[in-house]
């Protein structure tokens, strides 16, 4: 899932500080905390008697063309026959999210028109600031017994416990993809990386997007003594530490990286563009699955295969939320329930439907589930998800991505 700039992120943020500025609590607040009571009292049968009916209003980003159909081709007509739910999408992702949801807040409206969002990470950290999420919730939904919440890439989010407050939906490991015609032995180490991107230059590229900076922080993990230097809470001498290696390893590179780095693409459309056509030799992606799919679509030549590096690369959650002002909660509560159903977890783990990873134990499945999700045809093109496990590293404190899209464009793009 794509993100935000910092600018835009930091915008966000100056709302914050005017929300926090305003104490008390309105009526509108006092009436939804007492919905959320009530919600909260009822068992399932009751949540489901009332979520039948009901319109549920999904923000999410759009820009996949096999996503979309997963959910207007299976979710949205799933949830129409099951439980009598109409599923409506809205695009929008990060900024977009917090920004609507603050919006409400301050005209103090009583019914968002938002139910529920897609999101993780740093959107996560704002709306838990601002106090816009309804939760815990995940203890309600019937199918979350088999979610793997042992699994601390899938209970954390960002370095923050998601205690209830989203329920996990999918599992993704950044992945490098590159052209196997013209690259014979992919780079491992950040020393063989570098040594390719001098020996092949204008093939060679990062995004400043979501993804991009996904990689940088994989990079600066690995500059780390240990990984574990940079987990647990933001920490500003860290960072300088670690981040003044990072830059100084990119601006060693940056002259041999396309355009001769100096341009960097904004989204990740056009990188995969230029992989597809030759002029790049590498793209990447947050879902280390995405060549396949890539390739199903016939974006990506059959050429194309994804790999991660030894160093390690950053393997997260995303997730999904509800609104503290959604009218619709029972519905919302449903819908997710269905989403981390083994059924529709299934769907999408197929490689040709979308190949996102799950968040289930499959161990903790029926028999009949368990069969399932074992057999489901293998990656042609991408790393098996046993064979890169061991290169996982986990995401990093909110404020780590927010900095490093300021200080990539103050010391590197634009130094």
Request: no cysteine.
């Given at each position: 899932m794509k993100r935000s700039s910092f600018l835009q992120i930091l915008f966000s943020f100056s709302f914050i500080i005017l929300l926090a500025a305003c104490g008390g609590k309105s009526s509108s607040e006092k009436t939804q905390?007492?919905?959320?009571?009530?919600?909260?009292?009822?068992?399932?049968?009751?949540?489901?008697?009332?979520?039948?009916?009901?319109?549920?209003?999904?923000?999410?980003?759009?820009?996949?063309?096999?996503?979309?159909?997963?959910?207007?081709?299976?979710v949205q007509p799933q949830v129409k026959e099951k439980?009598?739910?109409?599923?409506?999408?809205?695009?929008?992702?990060?900024?977009?999210?917090?920004?609507?949801?603050?919006?409400?807040?301050?005209?103090?409206?009583?019914?968002?028109?938002?139910?529920?969002?897609?999101?993780?990470?740093?959107?996560?950290?704002?709306?838990?600031?601002?106090?816009a999420l309804y939760g815990p919730f995940t203890d309600k939904l019937p199918n979350a017994k088999y979610i793997n919440f042992d699994n601390k890439f899938i209970n954390t989010d960002f370095q923050q416990p998601v205690e209830g407050m989203e329920c996990p939906w999918g599992n993704v490991q950044l992945a490098l993809i590159y052209n196997s015609e013209k690259v014979k032995n992919p780079p491992m180490t950040l020393a063989e990386l570098e040594k390719f991107v001098k020996d092949n230059p204008g093939k060679f590229t990062i995004g400043t997007e979501f993804t991009g900076i996904t990689l940088l922080k994989s990079l600066m993990i690995a500059m780390a003594d240990k990984p574990e230097d940079l987990y647990g809470k933001f920490?500003?001498?860290k960072y300088e530490k670690y981040s003044k290696k990072l830059w100084e390893y990119l601006n060693r590179i940056k002259p041999y990286f396309w355009k001769e780095g100096k341009t960097f693409p904004s989204t990740l459309a056009p990188m995969h563009q230029m992989f597809a056509n030759g002029e790049l030799f590498f793209t990447m992606s947050n879902n280390d699955c995405e060549v396949d799919n890539k390739?199903?679509?016939?974006?990506?030549?059959?050429?194309?295969?994804?790999?991660?590096?030894?160093?390690?690369?950053?393997?997260?959650?995303?997730?999904?939320?509800?609104?503290?002002?959604?009218?619709?909660?029972?519905?919302?509560?449903?819908?997710?329930?269905?989403?981390?159903?083994?059924?529709?977890?299934?769907?999408?783990?197929?490689?040709?439907?979308?190949?996102?990873?799950?968040?289930?134990?499959?161990?903790?499945?029926?028999?009949?589930?368990?069969?399932?999700?074992?057999?489901?045809?293998?990656?042609?093109?991408?790393?098996?998800?046993?064979?890169i496990q061991q290169y996982a590293l986990m995401e990093l404190?909110?404020?780590?991505?927010?900095r490093l899209y300021e200080d990539f464009r103050k010391e590197v793009i634009n130094n």
């Open positions: 905390n007492n919905q959320d009571t009530d919600i909260s009292k009822l068992n399932w049968s009751q949540i489901e008697a009332k979520a039948k009916g009901q319109t549920v209003n999904l923000m999410m980003w759009m820009g996949d063309p096999f996503i979309n159909a997963y959910i207007k081709k299976y439980y009598g739910i109409n599923l409506n999408v809205i695009s929008g992702q990060g900024k977009e999210i917090v920004s609507a949801l603050m919006a409400e807040l301050e005209a103090g409206k009583k019914n968002s028109e938002v139910d529920m969002m897609w999101m993780n990470g740093e959107t996560f950290f704002q709306l838990k600031q601002i106090k920490d500003q001498a390739i199903a679509q016939g974006t990506f030549p059959d050429w194309a295969r994804a790999y991660v590096l030894k160093s390690g690369t950053i393997q997260n959650s995303h997730y999904m939320s509800i609104t503290k002002n959604s009218p619709n909660k029972a519905a919302a509560m449903q819908v997710i329930n269905f989403m981390i159903s083994p059924e529709a977890q299934y769907e999408k783990f197929k490689p040709e439907v979308w190949g996102d990873g799950t968040i289930l134990a499959i161990d903790k499945l029926p028999k009949e589930w368990q069969d399932k999700f074992n057999n489901v045809p293998s990656r042609k093109y991408a790393p098996k998800r046993s064979e404190a909110p404020e780590y991505m927010i």
